[in-house]
């Protein structure tokens, strides 16, 4: 198991940045696939972006595609997403997860391990 704790969120205009951190404990974290997540009021969680243990096989979804950059630093167990050009519809609590699998998933249930999640405020 891996405890995961997000950091980086806060209010922002849109066509702002921020970047997102996940800092990981647990001398695993260099093997588990990574993930990012979200979730706005009334709606589901949804699917933002992984990559493999390595930083390889990044995935995205369409909707923040050429926007988001999710990469990772092993020796600093972190994780981190880069988000640019961010739009109100971007506004959700934000989710880091470690899966085990050796593979990149857009699926939830795929994954093993979450953080608390870290509020990300985009106004227009």
């Known amino acids: 198991q891996v405890q995961l704790v997000e950091s980086g969120g806060g209010l922002v205009q849109a066509g702002g940045s921020l970047r997102l951190s996940c800092a990981a404990s647990?001398?695993?974290?260099?093997?588990?696939?990574m993930g990012w997540f979200r979730q706005a009021p009334g709606k589901e969680r949804e699917f933002v972006a992984a990559?493999?243990?390595?930083?390889?096989?990044?995935y995205y979804a369409d909707s923040v595609k050429g926007r988001f950059t999710i990469s990772r630093d092993n020796a600093k167990n972190t994780l981190y997403l880069q988000m640019n050009v961010l739009k109100p519809e971007d506004t959700a609590v934000y989710y880091c997860?470690?899966?085990?699998?050796?593979?990149?998933?857009?699926?939830?249930?795929?994954?093993?391990?979450w953080g608390q999640g870290t509020q990300v405020t985009v106004s227009s």
């Open positions: 997860a470690a899966s085990r699998k050796w593979y990149t998933s857009p699926r939830a249930d795929e994954y093993d391990d």
């Open positions: 647990g001398r695993t974290f260099s093997s588990y696939a």
């Open positions: 990559l493999r243990w390595n930083g390889g096989s990044t």
